[in-house]
């Protein structure tokens, strides 16, 4: 049972503050002037409320031991069961704001600006709120899992949230990439790259969480914290610093030629 915060991950919380903080401000420098400040926004956020719950985690405040103990009548009396295990709850708090975010910056890639209302905005809305309640659903239901002593109440919630996790990949790999191929191969070549890039950083979460402490107990907590820093900081910073530049870039071009 693991209950008590190491040194190392401790260490490993502080590497994620500390490289979160410096991606936000990363984020603002390089998409300074950029005509579309959405995505400097929405990356900028991602990595700010990143580097809050990473502080909260490295000072001890995001995390909450679940314990559960069974009575039992032995020959030597009654006899307890204890059964616990310490939760980075903040992890979950970060990504039901923080993946809403990175799905809207990748979403407004491929979507063309709207220029009236009618049944064109309806769709839009209803395509943005469908992958947005999906991915909060994701996250909540993964959280159910991690906060579960019960296995078979554990792998339950964890199937229900990778059925959400299928859902949004669904939908940002079927409507919205067809969506962006009609916008021109520039913008289709920079939603396909992000999308993969995304894709796969996304499909280590679920694998992380069936290995660690949450899930089977394969690996030690230790590494799961580092392995958890080290993905969460390539898919906020990371993919941040791709997204603003690669729209910057896309800005740019489309600017000369035009003056052209």
């Known amino acids: 049972m693991e209950t008590i915060m190491t040194s190392s991950q401790e260490t490993w919380l502080w590497i994620g503050t500390a490289g979160m903080a410096l991606g936000a401000l990363a984020i603002q420098v390089v998409g300074h002037g950029m005509k579309e400040s959405h995505h400097r926004v929405t990356s900028f956020f991602v990595c700010a409320i990143a580097a809050c719950l990473y502080l909260l985690m490295a000072q001890g405040q995001g995390d909450i031991i679940v314990s559960k103990a069974s009575l039992a009548l032995t020959p030597l009396g009654v006899g307890a069961d204890i059964s ?89 790999w079927g409507p919205v990439r067809a969506t962006a191929a009609e916008q021109g191969a520039e913008t289709a070549a920079l939603y396909n790259k992000l999308l993969a890039i995304l894709t796969v950083l996304w499909f280590i979460y679920p694998i992380l969480w069936i290995l660690g402490t949450e899930g089977t107990g394969a690996i030690s907590l230790n590494t799961e914290v580092a392995v958890f820093t080290i993905i969460d900081l390539t898919a906020k910073v990371g993919f941040g610093l791709l997204l603003v530049t690669g729209i910057k870039k896309m800005s740019g071009s489309s600017a000369a030629t035009t003056n052209a």
């Open 84 to 172: 616990a295990k310490l939760v980075y709850f903040a992890r979950y708090i970060d990504w039901v704001f923080t993946t809403p975010l990175l799905l809207i910056g990748l979403v407004t890639v491929a979507l063309k600006p709207l220029t009236g209302g009618g049944e064109q905005t309806r769709e839009r809305l209803g395509l943005i709120g469908g992958i947005i309640g999906a991915d909060v659903m994701m996250i909540l239901t993964g959280l159910f899992g991690a906060l579960s002593l019960d296995s078979t109440h554990k792998y339950v919630w964890f199937i229900v949230s990778c059925g959400f996790f299928l859902a949004v990949l669904a939908l940002i």
